[in-house]
Structure formats: C-alpha cells, structure tokens
C-alpha cells in the first residue's frame, strides 16, 4: 500500500488506442509464481533492459504480450518512471511517452494530442482507464483533470468465471466520480466589447460502467465482444488510414533504441463551415452582423512523422533515456467545404518537434538524483514561441518505507507559456517547487 500523490494504478493503465499506444500495468509471465512486477516498483527498479523488455503489456490485441514483441507502436511508462520524473498528474506523466503533444493551460487544465490535433478536451484520443473508455462522447472529449485517483472517486469491477477450465468469462466493471473544476466562460453580449469572460465553478460528476464477454477459442485465442453506439445525422465519423513502420532493437545489453516512422491520412475531419450567408439582425439590441456556422466534415490532410525513444544503462546506477518526435502536418479543406478556416489553426497548434532527455543517478541505497531537460518547437496557432524548460529532483531513501524528495519543475526560466485556453489568453507556467513524503508498506 503507498500514500502519495504520484499516479500508481490508474495512471500505469491508462492506454491510448490511437496509435496503439499503451500506458499499462504490468505483470511477469506466469501468474502462479512471484514476478518482479507483482513484487512491485522496487523489483522492477532492478530488471535489466533486457528483463524489462520480456514484461508483459496489454495494448491493441487486448491480450498479454511480450512488450519486446508487440506490434505496435508501444511506450510503457512505469510507476518508477513517473515517481522519478517528479509527475503529480496524469498529463504531466504522458509527457514521457514518445509523440503524445502535453500542453498545460493553465493551473489544472491541459491540452493533450497524439502526433498533432492537440485540445484541451483531447477530443482526438481515445483514452481508457483500466479498460474503460473515459471519452464523452456527449462534448466530444475528456476532462483530464477529474480522471486521477483520488479519495472522492470509487470505482467497482465484479469478475465472474464459474471454474478455471470454463471457455466463457463475464466481467462489469466501473467508477462514480464528483468533481468540482474552475471554468471560464465566454459570455456573447451584443454591446461593446460583445463578449465578456464569467468565472465559475462547474460541477463534474457522473459513472460509468462496461461490460466484457469473453469466450477462449480452441487453440488458446479468444473472442470478445464489446458495442458503443453515437449518433449525429448532421456529422460523420473521421477517417484515417495509417501506416507506420518499427524498429525496436536491444543493442548488447544496456542500449535500447525504439524507432517508428508513420504516415497518416485523414478524410471528414471536424471543421467549422458556413451554413449561410452573413445577414444584419436588429433584435436584441444594437444592430449586429450574424455569421451562420456549423461543425461539418470539411478537412482531409496528411501527417507524417518519426519518434525515437532510446534508453542507455550506463551503469548499473546511471541511466540515461529520452526521446524525440518530429511530425509535419498538411490539411486542407475538401473540395465542396465552406470551412472558414479551421485546418491552419489545428496545424498551428500542433508540434512539428518535441524532445526530452532524463539523467538519473542512484547514489549508493539512501539517494536519488534525476534530472530532466525537455525542449518544445513554437506553436503559431497559439502565438506560442518554442521553449526549453528543467526539472531537477532528489530523493532521500529511509529503507523500506519512507522516501523524503525535493522537486523543481520548470526551474530554466521565471515562467514560460504553452497553450492558450478557449476562452481565455496566454498563462504564464511558473517555476515552482514542491517537498513530498511517501510512505510503503
């Protein structure tokens, strides 16, 4: 058991379906014995890349896989690694994995995106928590900042499987949450300025629950059946047909290098097109212009990108690990579209090249020390300028239980912006410290 602020169970399963990209929990190949990953975060701290690479992951087959062997493009993110990287939420954690674009907006809002299509509602990704979708489709996105785990959010999951030898498994399971999330709203008004900003607390709160059947097929594979339905006759579903291609190789015993090169392409994306034209409207007062709008499939474009992620084990106390992403991004709208303009923002909102580089050092049982450079290209749609920023942590040991550790976020310059809130302007990310204690047992 640990009490800490650090994200532990939830935030190691959280899986991206985008790209196949999968922030998973992690277990040892046979369930019967004693695995490093069922022994917890200071086993897994001992494994060898070569070890780590053999631990079990669950992605886009919705099976236990060798991570080494999976075919995807996969990035495992361990409890260790968030605890060490100095993380205190979910999007902060993300940050570590190769392609995915984390932007904070302000204090407790971020902006989150998957090789470009970046949002504060992330409304490109699908993103699931210990196998549930936490997607709304309702506003068509998710409110990163109610999904971690905290003392108001309780959760179920009931597992039925009659004996060990039965082909047929039924599980249920799901959470009831209550929030309570600080909101800026942009109030029209048909007066000078036409548009004021209202400051208010905005009550999230809501459950959900999903239902597996599985069925094991003759030969060891299985069969599952999982439905969601949407609909909205006046918008289509967005497509894409991607391609990508991997290289994950051990070199020797300490280099790891995880290379992807992908290639995209998107048809009916969202847009905002003009349904009419511009017309004057004397009711309610003064006389304003209207410009009739509506949310339509009007972009099709391309991505295409490369991601590297190596890892370098030093020694057996020095280890070094980082990754770099570039993506260029071309749309445009569709032949027969009104769209007012919608794709150069999108493309201006999104990174073409991001990069961090960890340097950790564990000096002798009682000491940590780590160290995080991270660099991000401009955002043009965000009138944002490229930025390079530091974290530093050290952590003092009192084995087995307690672990004392100083961190400092952001700590190259004063402030830096990153993504603008909609409403809302630039806000200034301070440096900032923090002191945190935790205990295990």
Same mark, same amino acid.
């Given at each position: 058991?640990?009490?800490?602020?650090?994200?532990?169970?939830?935030?190691?399963?959280?899986?991206?379906?985008?790209?196949?990209?999968?922030?998973?929990?992690?277990?040892?190949?046979?369930?019967?014995?004693?695995?490093?990953?069922?022994?917890?975060?200071?086993?897994?701290?001992?494994?060898?890349?070569?070890?780590?690479?053999?631990?079990?992951?669950?992605?886009?087959?919705?099976?236990?896989?060798?991570?080494?062997?999976?075919?995807?493009?996969?990035?495992?993110?361990?409890?260790?690694?968030?605890?060490?990287?100095?993380?205190?939420?979910?999007?902060?954690?993300?940050?570590?994995?190769?392609?995915?674009?984390?932007?904070?907006?302000?204090?407790?809002?971020?902006?989150?995106?998957?090789?470009?299509?970046?949002?504060?509602?992330?409304?490109?990704?699908?993103?699931?928590?210990?196998?549930?979708?936490?997607?709304?489709?309702?506003?068509?996105?998710?409110?990163?900042?109610?999904?971690?785990?905290?003392?108001?959010?309780?959760?179920?999951?009931?597992?039925?499987?009659?004996?060990?030898?039965?082909?047929?498994?039924?599980?249920?399971?799901?959470?009831?949450?209550?929030?309570?999330?600080?909101?800026?709203?942009?109030?029209?008004?048909?007066?000078?300025?036409?548009?004021?900003?209202?400051?208010?607390?905005?009550?999230?709160?809501?459950?959900?629950?999903?239902?597996?059947?599985?069925?094991?097929?003759?030969?060891?594979?299985?069969?599952?059946?999982?439905?969601?339905?949407?609909?909205?006759?006046?918008?289509?579903?967005?497509?894409?047909?991607?391609?990508?291609?991997?290289?994950?190789?051990?070199?020797?015993?300490?280099?790891?290098?995880?290379?992807?090169?992908?290639?995209?392409?998107?048809?009916?994306?969202?847009?905002?097109? #003009?349904?009419? +034209?511009?017309? $004057? &409207?004397?009711? *309610?007062?003064?006389?304003?212009? =209207?410009? !009739?709008?509506?949310?339509?499939?009007?972009?099709?474009?391309?991505?295409?990108?490369?991601?590297?992620?190596?890892?370098?084990?030093?020694?057996?106390?020095?280890?070094?690990?980082?990754?770099?992403?570039?993506?260029?991004?071309?749309?445009?709208?569709?032949?027969?579209?009104?769209?007012?303009?919608?794709?150069?923002?999108?493309?201006?909102?999104?990174?073409?090249?991001?990069?961090?580089?960890?340097?950790?050092?564990?000096?002798?049982?009682?000491?940590?020390?780590?160290?995080?450079?991270?660099?991000?290209?401009?955002?043009?749609?965000?009138?944002?300028?490229?930025?390079?920023?530091?974290?530093?942590?050290?952590? #003092?040991?009192? +084995?087995?239980? $307690? &672990?004392?550790? *100083?961190?400092?976020?952001?700590? =190259?310059? !004063?402030?830096?912006?990153?993504?603008?809130?909609?409403?809302?302007?630039?806000?200034?990310?301070?440096?900032?410290?923090?002191?945190?204690?935790?205990?295990?047992?």
């Amino acid at each position: 058991m640990e009490h800490s602020t650090l994200l532990k169970g939830k935030a190691a399963c959280l899986g991206w379906l985008l790209f196949a990209l999968a922030v998973s929990g992690l277990r040892g190949d046979d369930p019967q014995q004693n695995s490093p990953a069922d022994q917890g975060p200071a086993a897994l701290k001992k494994l060898s890349l070569e070890e780590l690479s053999q631990l079990e992951v669950t992605a886009v087959s919705k099976k236990p896989e060798k991570a080494f062997q999976t075919p995807a493009a996969i990035f495992v993110i361990t409890g260790d690694d968030i605890r060490r990287s100095g993380a205190t939420s979910l999007p902060e954690a993300l940050r570590l994995a190769p392609g995915v674009e984390v932007a904070r907006i302000d204090g407790n809002k971020w902006s989150i995106g998957i090789r470009g299509f970046g949002s504060r509602l992330s409304r490109s990704v699908l993103v699931m928590i210990d196998g549930r979708t936490v997607y709304a489709p309702l506003f068509a996105g998710t409110y990163l900042e109610v999904q971690d785990t905290r003392a108001s959010q309780a959760g179920f999951r009931m597992e039925r499987n009659p004996n060990n030898n039965s082909r047929y498994t039924c599980t249920l399971q799901g959470d009831i949450y209550k929030e309570e999330a600080g909101e800026s709203v942009a109030a029209v008004t048909y007066a000078a300025p036409y548009q004021r900003i209202v400051d208010a607390n905005a009550d999230l709160s809501g459950g959900n629950v999903m239902g597996v059947r599985q069925r094991k097929l003759a030969g060891g594979g299985d069969f599952q059946l999982q439905t969601r339905f949407t609909a909205n006759p006046n918008f289509a579903p967005e497509l894409m047909n991607g391609y990508q291609l991997g290289y994950r190789r051990l070199l020797g015993k300490n280099l790891l290098v995880d290379l992807t090169n992908f290639y995209n392409r998107y048809h009916d994306l969202f847009g905002e097109e #003009l349904t009419g +034209p511009v017309f $004057l &409207e004397d009711n *309610p007062a003064p006389v304003h212009y =209207l410009l !009739p709008a509506q949310f339509r499939n009007g972009l099709l474009g391309c991505t295409k990108g490369v991601e590297v992620a190596p890892e370098w084990r030093v020694t057996s106390r020095w280890r070094l690990r980082g990754s770099y992403s570039f993506l260029h991004m071309n749309l445009a709208k569709s032949p027969h579209s009104g769209d007012v303009g919608t794709a150069p923002g999108i493309v201006g909102s999104s990174l073409q090249r991001e990069g961090w580089i960890q340097w950790s050092l564990d000096l002798g049982k009682s000491f940590q020390l780590d160290r995080t450079y991270r660099h991000e290209s401009a955002l043009p749609g965000q009138l944002e300028p490229a930025y390079s920023t530091g974290d530093a942590r050290l952590a #003092l040991r009192a +084995p087995p239980e $307690l &672990e004392l550790s *100083p961190v400092g976020q952001n700590l =190259l310059q !004063p402030f830096h912006r990153e993504f603008v809130g909609d409403p809302g302007a630039l806000v200034g990310i301070r440096r900032n410290a923090y002191l945190k204690l935790t205990c295990s047992r």
